[in-house]
């Protein structure tokens, strides 16, 4: 072990605290963006058609969206050029949409997309987390590969 610690120094796991801390960041600040937009979207759409079967592609829609710009915004790199910033979205996207298609499946597979006490409103918690988790696989992935590969971080 001393002789990794000698050879490399400290610099992986520095690399690696900074990767790890960033994943945690990018938890946060795509829960927070995702359940906020959702909240607002669902006020504004209540508002015009009340409540009814849109009211959970209201639910996957915005929570896949929020998500997928915190967890885009807390991986932001400046050394990409836009043609890449444009599909690394494209991509977050997509698997933050995805991700909260399944969390609220597995959120009517547990029986709690209308539970007694809340008629009409599906189950947030599960659905939101389900983008959360698969908007920042795919980034947390390139920080990973970013920090093995490159000399700085």
């Not at 072990?1 to 690399?15: C, F, R, S, V």
Request: net charge positive; hydrophobic share 55%; glycine share 12%.
């Amino acid at each position: 072990m001393k002789a990794i610690a000698e050879l490399w120094g400290w610099q992986p796991l520095l690399k690696l605290g900074l990767v790890l801390s960033r994943g945690v960041l990018g938890l946060f600040v795509a829960a927070v963006l995702g359940f906020g937009l959702y909240v607002m979207t669902l006020a504004m759409y209540v508002s015009i058609w009340g409540y009814g079967t849109g009211v959970v592609a209201v639910l996957v829609v915005s929570t896949g969206i929020g998500a997928a710009v915190g967890s885009y915004l807390t991986w932001f790199d400046r050394d990409h050029n836009i043609s890449s910033h444009a599909i690394f979205f494209a991509v977050v996207l997509v698997c933050s949409m995805v991700g909260s298609w399944v969390g609220l499946q597995r959120g009517i597979d547990v029986g709690a997309i209308h539970p007694i006490w809340r008629p009409g409103i599906p189950e947030t918690s599960v659905t939101v987390m389900g983008a959360v988790i698969s908007a920042n696989v795919p980034m947390f992935v390139l920080g990973l590969y970013k920090a093995a590969k490159h000399p700085r971080l």
